[in-house]
């Protein structure tokens, strides 16, 4: 995956547990990052140091205008896009369907499927001028089939899945590869507070999703397209 050097990639949700693992992996690979995130704050204390890195805090990526404006500004800073590594997204859920409110409902799909729609219109006119690229999401497990207690989490990342199937598709023509990965039970700090009877060492590693992200985004992957790759580490 040395192709990566000198690539100009987005990585959104950098601050996150998981963006921060792609955006250190990524910037191990040599690749040129633009990171993007809500808190501007948390991408100085975590990347400030970090050479070959333009931070792009304060974007809300649920508003389409902010999304445009913050690829468009990272584009003119490489001189061209190359790769967008999408890891935004939300988790949140519990109750049936017919119990669950609305706003969670809007919460769901705004956090994982209109972020995802937005930078993959931001990100694909600026990779189309620069002659192609990559591109990956991060849909879940859970997408694979309703979850009793999840409905809301389970569709919008479902459809995370649907996105990236009709964007390869559109796209194969045009040297613009699209993926998502699904990862299962992130081994996080906050799962593991949230659920500590659990056995960690089953769950995957920020870290072991972050690398197959980053084979997805080299040319390595050239010939893979359309593709979830489930990511599950032995749960």
Not at 16 to 39: F, I, P, T
Not at 152 to 181: F, H, M, P, W
Request: hydrophobic share 45%; proline share 3%; glycine share 12%.
């Amino acid at each position: 995956m040395n192709d990566l050097q000198g690539k100009a990639v987005v990585v959104t949700g950098a601050s996150g547990n998981l963006g921060q693992a792609v955006a250190a992996a990524l910037l191990q690979a040599g690749a040129r990052c633009a990171l993007v995130d809500r808190s501007a704050a948390r991408l100085k204390d975590l990347f400030g140091n970090a050479n070959e890195a333009l931070l792009l805090g304060d974007v809300d990526l649920t508003d389409a205008q902010q999304t445009t404006a913050a690829l468009t500004r990272a584009a003119a800073h490489f001189g061209r896009l190359d790769g967008l590594a999408n890891t935004v997204g939300g988790f949140a859920g519990g109750k049936p369907v017919h119990e669950e409110a609305h706003a969670t409902w809007e919460r769901m799909f705004a956090m994982n499927l209109t972020t995802a729609l937005n930078v993959s219109r931001a990100a694909i006119p600026l990779m189309l001028r620069a002659g192609g690229g990559r591109i990956v999401h991060v849909a879940a497990r859970a997408a694979l089939t309703g979850v009793p207690g999840l409905g809301a989490y389970s569709a919008s990342k479902s459809a995370v899945i649907r996105l990236t199937e009709s964007l390869a598709g559109e796209l194969r023509d045009q040297n613009i590869g699209v993926n998502c990965v699904l990862p299962g039970t992130i081994d996080t700090p906050e799962n593991r507070r949230d659920m500590p009877e659990a056995d960690f060492g089953r769950w995957v590693a920020p870290a072991e999703i972050a690398s197959v992200m980053l084979f997805l985004l080299s040319g390595t992957a050239r010939a893979v397209s359309g593709a979830a790759v489930p990511v599950y580490g032995r749960s």
